[in-house]
Structure formats: structure tokens, C-alpha cells
């Protein structure tokens, strides 16, 4: 696993990304840029950005994200690089697990 992260893989197996998430329950996470604000509720997020990270979290790629929500690939696309970029999150993993750790999904 250290050689694969070293690598850039940033998969987690199911189980420790489960431990993961119920070690940081009721953690507080702060946003980046934020002078150390606390990451909002739910409304931080839009619903189509929720719709589209859930999609994600289903282990969905792209182009069936479009396909169900009726949407191009580049809207998909588009939708989790700002999400990346807004909570400075490295890659589409790293947002779910965001958006689950901090309620926001």
C-alpha cells in the first residue's frame, strides 16, 4: 500500500476506508483558505454536484454519470474538477471521501 500511495494511487480498500470515515466522526474539518472556518453543512455543496459525487461514490466513471443524469461528460468532468479545486481535494476519491467525512454527501 505505501509503494501504490507513493506511486500517486490513492485507492483505499473498502474496510480501511470504512475505519477511516468512523475515526473521523464528529471531527471537525477545516476548509483550506478559510483562516481555519469549519467546511459548511450540506449547503456547501450543490445538488447537482451531490447528485454527481454520489455517482462517484457508486464507483460510476463519467461518461455513465452523464448518461443518468442527462448530462455531458465535460458537465461531469467540469463539476468535480471545481469540487477538487473549491476544497482543494487531489482527485475524485479524495472529494467522496471529503463530502462523506464532512457530511456534505
Do not use: W
Amino acid at each position: 500500500m505505501v509503494v501504490a500511495a507513493a506511486a500517486g494511487d490513492c485507492t483505499l480498500p473498502p474496510d480501511l476506508l470504512d475505519g477511516l470515515l468512523k475515526h473521523g466522526q464528529g471531527a471537525t474539518v477545516r476548509r483550506p483558505g478559510t483562516g481555519g472556518a469549519a467546511a459548511p453543512d450540506g449547503s456547501a455543496l450543490s445538488e447537482r454536484e451531490r447528485a454527481v459525487l454520489r455517482l462517484v461514490a457508486d464507483g460510476r466513471e463519467t461518461e455513465e454519470i452523464a448518461r443518468e443524469l442527462c448530462y455531458s461528460s465535460r458537465t461531469v468532468t467540469t463539476v468535480v474538477h471545481d469540487v477538487t479545486r473549491r476544497f482543494q481535494l487531489r482527485n475524485r476519491a479524495h472529494a467522496v471521501a471529503f463530502a462523506l467525512r464532512t457530511g456534505l454527501l
